[in-house]
């Protein structure tokens, strides 16, 4: 993450200052952590830890040394800083982390050495201790401008035995000139931030503590009370961070921290490039994750009273509960497929039509796209559920309702997908309806049947398919357009498996534009049928089957797409009624 973090206090003698800074360097190290710092004399520590390599090497010179060691330097000259001014000590060598993954540099310093850099960080300082304050003077608040960057900043205060009010104002703030990215990481950078702050704020408390109990100040200070406040503290007007926390090695940890939070931040966030807007399926699925997580949190509260009445209500309850119909799509609702589903039967729309045979398969995948129920009779689940993963890449994700496998018929507003068991009884008039196909799943010996075929295929050499239907497709129906097409591309054999699906979302976005048109130009609009028909003529899908096709997949529409779609088109006429 290009940006600097570091750590800055008010001084009651030379107000806000910077103690303490981590940059980032992509390039060589600056002129002040060069020569010396890559030759690696007198290296004083050094040690690697989740691919970066900490190492602290002393330097040519420390900004905290003023301009007598180089008048370049933008850092406050050595008369202008106290004890609370300074972290680093004069020819202290600073700290450098190694990232061997990116061949990121970390480098920590009182004050950054490049003087624009320097000015950024000096202008930031000011403002989170000044004018920048949320209310209480203690948290997290955020500021910038395009200019000098935008500025995250948590203030907080340590305890100071010998301080005006027994503490000191300390902040913390990460500068970088992505406003949205730094937006975007405030959760991340505040708890991160605040576990560095409470750690200070510990150390610094036990030393109070222990002052307090040596030698009480505030009794001191009631008997000199008419006593200017500035000589009664015997020299000790500032006091460094490092003896009010008794912490030694407090610079190294913050560059550590520092180094740590800088990586952690960039490497959270990722950059994705989205050629144009989400598609209906993306849509559908953060609708459908939403809506789990809800029902999640209420069955949470009623699970415990609620109980199965029947062997029946178990066995549904439980494949709902783990894969609802309203909620199968989602990827994360996968918990059937791991547990019951080693291997897929069914490779793809390609292989399922070599095994069904062309005219069962094209009476299959007319029954699928016009939205009529699918229903599967078969002992092996892992068979029906292959099946029901590559009949639904036909569709769009709002068009599909899953109850995998169940011992009782379930009705066609609950399911367009169904698995059953061999046993279960379907209606009558569900086998003779026009609105469902069946595929009976039967032993028999397919290797006299298909030697080629399943020369390599176990599992499906056992097995006969039967599909049935009250209205079966004649084979000189025309057909849905998009039926015709995903028939051409899996007849072609110089289409691999991969391009054939691409080809299939293509389809599928196709498809989703006309009946977006239609839906604005029924629902919303509500044009009469003529215009409708000419519509249907204009986007090729005047005939009988690509008709109710699209009436079908306008109930896979999302509902941020209808609801963004009723706004948009009702505010003008809301604003006209009003003037």
Excluded at 215 to 244: E, V
Excluded at 264 to 283: F, H, I, N, V
Excluded at 325 to 350: G, I, K, M, Q
Excluded at 351 to 363: D, E, I
Aim: net charge negative; charged share 20%; aromatic share 8%.
């Amino acid at each position: 993450m290009n940006a600097i973090v570091a750590l800055c206090h008010f001084c009651e003698l030379h107000g806000p200052r910077t103690l303490f800074c981590t940059e980032v360097l992509h390039s060589p190290l600056p002129q002040g952590a060069s020569s010396g710092d890559i030759s690696g004399q007198n290296e004083q520590a050094e040690e690697e830890e989740g691919g970066i390599q900490m190492s602290s090497r002393i330097r040519s010179h420390s900004p905290a040394e003023g301009a007598s060691a180089d008048s370049s330097s933008p850092g406050p000259k050595k008369s202008d800083m106290c004890e609370g001014c300074r972290s680093l000590a004069g020819g202290h060598p600073g700290y450098v982390s190694h990232d061997k993954e990116t061949s990121i540099k970390y480098v920590s310093h009182q004050h950054p050495n490049h003087p624009q850099l320097f000015s950024i960080v000096r202008q930031a300082c000011v403002r989170s201790l000044s004018c920048e304050v949320c209310p209480g003077r203690e948290g997290p608040i955020f500021f910038g401008d395009e200019q000098h960057g935008f500025v995250f900043s948590h203030t907080f205060f340590i305890k100071d035995s010998l301080a005006r009010g027994f503490q000191r104002w300390y902040s913390i703030i990460t500068i970088m000139m992505d406003r949205i990215y730094l937006i975007n990481s405030w959760p991340f950078l505040l708890g991160k931030i605040r576990g560095i702050i409470d750690e200070l704020q510990g150390k610094a408390l036990k030393v109070f503590e222990a002052e307090q109990y040596g030698c009480p100040q505030r009794a001191q200070r009631m008997n000199t009370a008419f006593t200017p406040f500035l000589h009664q503290r015997n020299g000790n007007a500032a006091r460094s961070l490092t003896s009010l926390t008794n912490d030694e090695n407090l610079w190294a940890c913050l560059h550590t921290s520092f180094a740590w939070l800088l990586k952690a931040c960039g490497s959270r966030l990722t950059e994705k490039l989205l050629e144009g807007a989400p598609t209906e399926d993306t849509l559908v699925q953060m609708e459908k994750l939403a809506d789990l997580k809800e029902e999640s949190e209420g069955w949470d509260g009623s699970e415990e009273e609620e109980k199965p009445s029947s062997q029946s209500d178990v066995v549904e309850g439980q494949e709902l509960s783990k894969c609802s119909p309203e909620t199968s799509l989602v990827p994360d609702c996968n918990s059937w497929n791991v547990a019951h589903r080693r291997l897929s039967v069914f490779r793809s729309l390609r292989h399922m039509r070599q095994v069904l045979g062309a005219s069962a398969f094209r009476m299959l995948a007319w029954h699928v796209l016009m939205g009529n129920q699918v229903i599967w009779k078969a002992r092996d689940m892992d068979l029906v559920q292959s099946a029901f993963d590559v009949l639904r890449t036909m569709l769009p994700v709002g068009c599909v309702r899953i109850i995998p496998y169940s011992d009782q018929y379930e009705e066609a507003y609950r399911c367009n997908f169904l698995g059953l068991s061999p046993h279960v009884q379907i209606p009558s008039h569900i086998l003779s309806s026009e609105f469902a196909v069946l595929v009976e799943v039967r032993t028999a010996t397919r290797s006299s049947l298909y030697p080629t075929l399943f020369d390599d295929e176990q599992s499906l050499n056992k097995y006969e398919f039967v599909v049935t239907s009250g209205s079966p497709v004649a084979a000189d129906r025309v057909g849905p357009t998009i039926l015709n097409k995903i028939e051409a591309a899996l007849t072609n054999q110089n289409l691999s498996v991969d391009v054939v699906d691409q080809c299939l979302v293509c389809l599928k976005e196709e498809w989703m534009n006309k009946v977006k048109v239609l839906f604005k130009f029924t629902k919303v609009d509500s044009r009469p049928k003529e215009d409708t028909q000419k519509l249907l003529s204009i986007l090729g899908a005047a005939e009988e089957d690509n008709v109710k096709l699209l009436k079908f997949w306008m109930t896979g529409l999302s509902k941020t797409y209808k609801s963004h779609l009723m706004s948009t088109v009702r505010s003008p006429t809301s604003s006209e009624s009003r003037n």
